[in-house]
């Protein structure tokens, strides 16, 4: 069974930090794509990062580059979002997914993604 699992979430002020974790179990970490998504309320769910299975290239939404960084222990089958200087605008449910055939900044499309997990609540106060 496929399995992935967000945590780390909560509240924090703005300017600071959370380390969000997905854990995977039931394929092969290896070969896939496993992207951060967000979905703020009323809002359409967005890509934040990802990183690719083919070469372990890393890639980011504009609004949080330079302030989040994507990194993954094969070893733990495990994605990290370090998520640093947090902003309000930042607030969202946020879900780890994974593809197998996604390459490139295509890992940052939320449509069509093979498996999802259940998502875990980022709430940055002002």
């Known amino acids: 069974e496929v399995q992935l699992q967000a945590s780390g979430g909560g509240l924090v002020q703005a300017g600071g930090s959370l380390r969000l974790s997905c854990a995977a179990s039931g394929f092969t970490f290896d070969d896939y794509a496993i992207g951060w998504f967000r979905q703020a309320p009323g809002k359409e769910r967005e890509g934040v990062s990802c990183i690719s299975s083919s070469d372990g290239s890393t890639y980011y939404a504009g609004s949080v580059k330079g302030r989040f960084t994507i990194s993954s222990d094969n070893a733990k089958n495990t994605v990290y979002l370090q998520m640093n200087s947090l902003k309000p605008e930042d607030t969202a449910v946020y879900y780890c997914?994974?593809?197998?055939?996604?390459?490139?900044?295509?890992?940052?499309?939320?449509?069509?993604?093979?498996?999802w997990g259940k998502g875990t609540l980022v709430t940055v106060s002002s």
């Open positions: 997914a994974a593809d197998l055939t996604r390459y490139g900044t295509s890992c940052l499309r939320a449509h069509g993604m093979d498996y």
